[in-house]
């Protein structure tokens, strides 16, 4: 007797390819086979702005020409040795020299795994220390990426010290998918710090994240409410159409200035209305992520999209 497949009728089909997509991100044997894999190579395009910084500062520079800031992430994480994670301070400091020598604003996103968080918070911050003052000295800012929630705590702790030492030159993300958000937002609001808010890119279980979209979208739009109206220059990360008509709809009525936040958006994504959003005279910012070590990255933008997924997987079936 045949068993019917029963699909709970109420997830989406994106909810139920997100885990297992994610999971992706961590297999070293599909990494060698999209790396192995000449398709990949136009998908990643879509996300990734190049394999090195000359070429993603030309990407920075074409934004900017359409009205856009950006904000430049190295692509890595999870770095094994305070050798590595030394060499990502090399480079970063570089790449903020860099960006100020080509006159374009110096704004980076960092990752403190990639800074040698797991290897103890003192490591982290003393790699992070050196960045900031670069940063200082460029006259840039830096953002700490949010990552998995068994860093949270750990990342927003080293993101207050640091900036009590470095006052508005670094601040971090909050994810509305998790259950502490609210607690986080008011902690950033307290110390004047900057935040970006995002719905939140892994896979978190029950106990720390909401599951259902709506209780994650809601909580989008409660704390995007009190971040535009008491946060220090809030970032609105977000491709969600509704979303974006809301923080459009509040700023107005209640005449926040469109200089007072900005809207982010991921590079290559919703590029028509990157371009509408900074015509209509909002700010607005792109990710813009560069280097060899796009895989986790590249896996969690696919997860984000069944479309993007069903693509990637037809390519791999058909070799
Ligand atoms: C600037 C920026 C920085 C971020 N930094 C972090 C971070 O530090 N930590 C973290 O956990 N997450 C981060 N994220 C990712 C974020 O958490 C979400 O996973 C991602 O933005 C998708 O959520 P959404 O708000 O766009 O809404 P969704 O409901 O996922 O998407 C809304 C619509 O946007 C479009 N869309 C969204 N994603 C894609 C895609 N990949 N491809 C094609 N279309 C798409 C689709 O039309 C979709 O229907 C960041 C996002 C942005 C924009």
């Known amino acids: 007797m045949a068993i019917p497949l029963r699909l709970p009728r109420q997830i989406p089909v994106q909810q139920l390819l997100r885990r297992p997509l994610l999971a992706l991100a961590e297999s070293d044997q599909v990494e060698g086979l999209m790396r192995r894999n000449g398709f990949s190579k136009g998908l990643v395009a879509r996300f990734v702005a190049g394999e090195d910084l000359e070429t993603a500062l030309g990407q920075v520079r074409a934004l900017a020409d359409q009205g856009m800031t950006s904000t430049l992430d190295q692509l890595g994480e999870n ?18 020299d860099r960006i100020a020598e080509a006159n374009l ?19 982290a911050m003393a790699n992070l220390a050196p960045i900031l003052e670069r940063a200082e000295a ?24 640091m900036h009590d030492r470095f006052p508005g030159r670094v601040g971090t993300v909050i994810q509305s ?25 892994y896979a ?40 974006i008509a809301q923080a459009r709809d509040h700023a107005a009525r209640q005449g926040i200035a469109s200089d007072r936040w900005e ?14 959003l900074t015509k209509a005279g909002y700010r607005m910012r792109i990710y813009v992520p560069f280097g060899t070590e796009w895989y986790p990255y590249f896996t969690r933008r696919i997860a984000e999209r069944p479309a993007n997924a ?6 791999l079936v058909s070799g």
């Open 79 to 96: 770095v094994a040795s305070e050798e590595e994670a030394r060499q990502a301070v090399g480079s970063y400091t570089a790449i903020l």
């Open 105 to 123: 604003e110096p704004n980076i996103s960092v990752k403190l795994t990639m800074l040698g968080l797991d290897l103890g918070d003192p490591v």
């Open 138 to 161: 460029v006259g840039g800012f830096v953002r700490v990426d949010m990552e998995g929630s068994t860093y949270t705590e750990r990342t927003m702790a080293i993101v207050e010290a």
């Open 177 to 201: 998918y998790l259950r502490r958000a609210e607690a986080d937002v008011e902690r950033m609001i307290a110390r004047n710090a900057r935040v970006r808010l995002v719905k939140g890119a």
């Open 204 to 243: 978190e279980p029950a106990t720390v994240a909401f599951q259902d979209r709506r209780e994650v979208d809601a909580n989008y739009a409660r704390l995007m409410t009190r971040l535009l109206d008491a946060g220090t220059y809030p970032a609105i990360a977000t491709h969600d159409p509704a979303l």
């Open 263 to 276: 809207f982010q958006m991921l590079y290559g994504v919703r590029r028509d209305e990157q371009v509408a």
């Open 310 to 315: 069903l693509f990637v997987a037809r390519q």
